[in-house]
Every structure is written in structure tokens, then in C-alpha cells.
């Protein structure tokens, strides 16, 4: 197994985009990334760099403008904090909009977006949940998209939380539909949805441990609890010598 | 009697009944004592029944847990989880290409929506959208509209036989059957097609496809008619769906409803018209819409998509065929770096690679031979990026979003499946109403399990 080697490029690679970045710059070696175990690909040594973060200026061009004045004005106009304050950047990528929000405004946010008249995102499409563990400080991420049917207009929100304190303000007041997606968001990334009106396991037992879909959560290879005996993981099962 | 189903482990019936509260079991055994009134129930007639996990009425292994006063349900609650197969996580672990092959198996009722939706977001990132070749946006939109038909009559069909009514399933199976017959021909899967691939789609058209697909067209005007005359004005069909669970425009923008649960409200909100895929606007179809809010008005709203569906099919059936002239037309896109190399043809022995592209990979060009070897087993790299596609499919909004750090395999995969979101509407739909009506509520959702649980 080839582990992850910080510092200096291998000749023959491409050039980093972003040269500041330079405390990391591989993101991870191997295919399959299955530390610990045998890697049957024969691509062990496949390289990904890390990618620098985006951030767009404005104007963003399209509706985007629109969204981002709406909604500073709309959080203004209640006395509190102004756009910079909630969104901490901005990122327009691949003709997708989206906000990076402060979690401790992500509930502001949400209430102006669903009721304000010049925002409107009537339909919540959705939690996704993204474990970024080499991001340190920020390594769990809840993606929410938007919908508004007035406008026919989309916009993502993303919030992030530290793994060390996994919480995120639930926003299952302001969009009732929330309430399974940060269920399954809490199931499979451990993310803590605070406010919310039961989060239980969605998909995985009761009484399962961990949070399967982090990223140091293996695949496969969990022995398995029936009823007192234990099944041991595949691997495990039976050996070939 | 058995004694093991008490909360106390050995307890005896009695003393499980002072410890717990008056206990039944499935032993049964106590009608006279409920006839004579010897009992002490008293006057709470609450009960909490276990629907499932299998029956309600097996669109997969579903559980429901009612509280019932009488008939009357109080309480609905879904419990999910019980098909739960890890794709996200799986797909994680291997390339781009064999992420078609895992998220098609979500939804098994709408496989290639699957595939589209998550091929369309990893275009995204890779900035190929608009390089897609004609031939594999046509085949694309033939492929999803047919699947949309057998979706729904995978809906209206078993739906009929939940309410007891066997002709129904049949004849629906019946049209449903012919499309898999297509799908097989076209793909080589009746389902799990993984034929919508990163670029394009996985082949071209087979030797009289389209006659095939024409012929289905020919038939299926007498099979919707068929239907139509046994379901719209049955007397059982109409009372057990007529003002059954409701719900109105504004219950579906509180629990963020789309689809044909949204369109039965009356208003005409498809992704297809408001933000058009694959050159859908140059399509002609409408947007059926009724406005009951109910069971039937679903109904309604899913023979009327099958119309429509059917015209964008003998649309692009037509367009099609005024391709079939041009020479070498391409259904995967053009870039060696990303289109999937390799070619199937049909041999002696069965399908398998082309013998031309064999022999250009392995006696005329080195470049082609790397590009098979890279792209076959280490895959191409996507920009690093996050990507939402959403598209209309059968059930509602189905997106997948798709995150890369930059490498040949999905960093994140996530399908936001229509079934998952509307089985939160279980409750609306479902309290206030009889315990009978349970059962067309949920049929009226039209969910997969496959999808909820993924």
C-alpha cells in the first residue's frame, strides 16, 4: 500500500493549480482508497491534488445578482446582520449558484428565503451531506438545495461544521420537508440537527454504530450483530493459505 | 402459550398484563372474553397496528406504524429502511463510468431516470454539456419518455390490484411488458439498464428498433383505451379514490411536493417546461393538471402523462429516423479522454467486443490502445466541483448531486429521489382517514422503495 505522501510532486504529474496551497497537496493516493486492505486495481499510486477553493466576485451574473441584493436587503431590513455577515462566500460555478452560510445564520437565512416575496424558494429539494476529513476545522458539510417556483429559480446553500462540534441549526421549522433529509444527514454523517423534532436513525438500525457514508467509515468489513453472535466481516470469514 | 413476546423476558401472560397493561398476542384466543365484556380494556379503544415490513401494499419492504381509534386512523407514521443498500457509499468506490452501473439499481422502477440524472450532473462537471452528440440526447429522451410510461403504469396498474382488481394489473403489466421488451432489445436489461453513460449512451440504436418501438406505438392507443374504460368510471375504483387523501397546493408547498401528487392540484409545474433537459422545449406535449387533490385526481394526472409521453416518443421517433441517413453518427461523445471506447456487436458466441475496434486497439494504433486501457480501468478525472442536476421524472423532482475532489471516482453521490422526499407526506395523506383508505394514500405517492432507502 502506498501511503499519502505531503510535500513534493513526483516528476511527470500535472501542475498544481494553486501553488499556495501547499500544506497538502495531495488530497489522497490510490484508487479504490481502501487503507488496510489489498488493493486489487493495480492504480495504487494514482494521485489527486487538492483543489483551491472558489470564490466569485460579483457580479455573478443572471439572477444570482437578483438573489444575493434580495436577500441582503431582506436580512437588513430586520435589524440584524447583513449579507456578508450570514454568507461567508460566494461561489458561482458551473452556472450553479451557491451561499456559503455561517450555521449560526442558517436559520435567519432560511426564513427570509422561503417568505421573503422577492426570494420565494418555496421548495425544499433536499439535505446532502459531504465529509471533507482533510479540511481541517470544517471538515462536515450539509449541502441544502432550493427551489423557487415563483422566480424558477434554484440556489444551494452550504453550511459547515467542525467535526470536533458536528451541529448545524435544524431548519425543519422554516421547511417542514427537511425533517427526514438532516434524519438521514445525521444517519450516515453524524451531523447534529439542533432544534429538530426527532432525529432517529432513517436508513441504518436503530442501534447502529457510526455514521456509515464518512469518509473514515469503511466499506464493507463491519462484523455484523445478530441477536447475541456475531457475524464476522467477509474478509474475516473464512482464509485462503 | 408462548411467553416470549412479553417485554419481560419469561414472564407469564398474567403478570405480563400487570406489568405492561392489558397484553394481545397473535395467539388470539380471547374472543369471548371481548364479546361477553369480561375484560377490563375499559374505554380505550386506541390500538397501535404494525403494518409490515412487506404488505402496505408491497411497493417494497415498507413498515407502518398506526394508532387507530376504531377505523379511524390518528397517527401514521412510515418506517424506512429496510432495502437500505449503500449505493452512495458504494459508488464512492469506483469510477465515474461504473457509478451508471450502481444508481440505476435506486429506483428499479425508473432505472434510467436514475442514470440520466447522475450522467447529466457528472457532464456538468465535466463542462460537456453542450457537446453531446444529437443521436444520444434523441436516444436519451426515447429511453426516459418510455421508461416514464412504464413507471406509471407500474403505478396504475399494481395500484388496481391493491384495491383487488386483478383485470387491472394485467392489462397494465400487459403495455408495461412490451416496453421492457424494447428496453431489453435496446440495453440487453429488462431493468438495471446502466445504458446512459458519461457523454452519451452506451450504444446505438439495434437493427429494427425503432420498427419496434413504432409497432409498441401502434398498440399502446387501443391498451391506454383498455385501461381508461376499465378504471375511470368503475364504481369501486372511483369510491375508494374519490376525495381520499388530500392534498391541496398548499399542503404540497409545506412538505415541498412535486410531480404528479403536485400537478393533481392544478398546478402545471414539470421540469420539462420550466427548465428544460435535452432540448425538451423543442418537444410538443402538454402538461396535464387536474385539480381534485386527491387519489383519483393522481390517477388522472398519470394516464394523461402517459398520452403525452407517448407523443415525445413518436416525435422522437420520427427524428430519429430522419438521422438513420447519416453516416457514422455518433451516440457517445467524440473525446477520446471521456467517451467510453470499447463497441459491442453481436457475434456467433453471443454479444461482445467489436472485432473492428479490437483490431484497431490491438494491430493499428498504440494512442487507442492507452486510451482504451486508462479509460476502461483507472477512468477519466472530473474537475473538482459540486453539481446538482435535477430532471422530472415519473415521481417528482429527482436530482443527484455529485461532488469531485478532482480524481476518477465520485468524492460524493447523492440522490435526491422523489419517493424518499413524498413518503414524509405519509401522515398528511394518511390521519384523519380510515384505515382502508391507508392503503390507496400511499399507492397514490407511487413510491419505490429501491429509491427510498437507496
Known sequence: MTTTTPGGDEPGLPARPDAAEAEAPVVRTGMFGAAGTPDTSGYGRLQVHRAPPLVSEPPYGGYFDAVAQSLNSALEADGGSGFSAAVERVVVDHGELTFYVRREHLLTVA?????????????????????YPLETGRELSAVYHLLSITHNRRLRLEVRAPDADPHIPSVTPVYPAANWHERETWDFFGIVFDGHPALTRIEMPDDWLGHPQRKDYPLGGIPVEYRGTKVPPPDERRSYT | MSTDTHATPGATDAEADAAEGRVYNVAGGDWD?????????????????????????????????????????????ASIGYLHTGIEKNMEYRTWTQGSTFITRADYLMPLHNEAAYCMAVERLLGIEDKLPERAKLIRVLLLELNRISSHLGGVGPFGMELGATTIFLHGLRMREYILDIFEAFTGLRMNHAFIRVGGVAQDIPPGGLEQVRDFLAKSKGWTRDLHKLIDANPVFTARTKGIAYLDLEGCMALSVTGPMLRATGLPWDLRKSQPYLDYE?????????DTCDTY??????????????KIVEQVVDRLAERSGIENDPWIIQDAKIGWPARLSLGPDGLGPSPEHIAHIMGQSMEALIHHFKLVTEGFRVPAGQAYVPIESPKGELGCHVVSDGGTRPYRAHLRDPSFHHMQAVSVLCEGGNLADVIPAIASIDPVIGGVDR
Do not use: C, W
Open chain 2, 297 to 310: 385526481g393522481r390517477y388522472v394526472v398519470r394516464m394523461a402523462e402517459v398520452d403525452e409521453s407517448l
Open chain 2, 33 to 77: 372474553e371481548l364479546v361477553t365484556g369480561d375484560d377490563d380494556r375499559g374505554t380505550n379503544e386506541q390500538i397501535v397496528v404494525n403494518m409490515g415490513p412487506q404488505h402496505p401494499s408491497t411497493h417494497g419492504v415498507l413498515r407502518l406504524v398506526l394508532t387507530l381509534e376504531g377505523e379511524t386512523v390518528t397517527d401514521a407514521r
Open chain 2, 282 to 290: 423543442t418537444y410538443d406535449f402538454d402538461v396535464p393538471t387536474v
Open chain 1, 111 to 131: 426564513d427570509k428565503l422561503l417568505h421573503d416575496p422577492a426570494l420565494r424558494f418555496e421548495i425544499f429539494t433536499g439535505v446532502s451531506g459531504v465529509h
